[in-house]
């Protein structure tokens, strides 16, 4: 019984010095702490909701034929964002969502028209924009967890638009 007391000691020991020598998860919180900005090209929901319905009204063929990237005759039938600005906007986008209650699992990417814009570049023209999408978080006992499975709707978070257009079709 003598010899127990180095024993516990140096299990004391050693558990005093693997707490301040071991790394420890950092604070995952920690995170949200930090402002993120919305993107240059962020737009309203509402600027959104504008643009996918005169897509759905403006977009007969002979609206889609005569719209012609300027001093080209090459239609545009793509958007392109650099992966910095999509980075950006996701990041952006996850935290918004947070903030409003839902968890982001994914993007959807909708067409939308400018229809009548006083910026006469961009009148009538087509555009793409980049919502957010996931289910609105539930409480871990809610039964309606095990019994509906989540739901990827747009997320009430401001889009993404802007990018730069594409000629011709796909592949480029």
Partial sequence: MKKLGPIILGFIIGAVLTYYFCPRPTDAMHTMDVEVKA?????????????SKNWEQRNPIEVDSTLEVEGSKKKIRSV????????????????????????????RV?????????NQAIQNRNTMFIVPTGPRKTSKASSLNIMLPPTDND???????????GNGGYPQ
């Avoid at 600005?85 to 918004?96: G, H, K, M, T």
């Avoid at 997320?155 to 257009?165: E, V």
């Fill in 155 to 165: 997320i009430p978070a401001p889009p993404l638009n802007h990018g730069s257009g």
């Fill in 80 to 107: 392109w964002w650099s992966l910095d600005e999509i980075n950006e906007y996701l990041a952006y986008a996850e935290v918004e969502s947070k903030k409003l209650g839902y968890t982001m699992t994914g993007v």
């Fill in 39 to 51: 993107p240059k090209d962020t737009i309203s929901v509402a600027q959104a909701k504008i643009l």
């Fill in 110 to 118: 909708y067409l939308g028209n400018y229809g009548k814009n006083p």
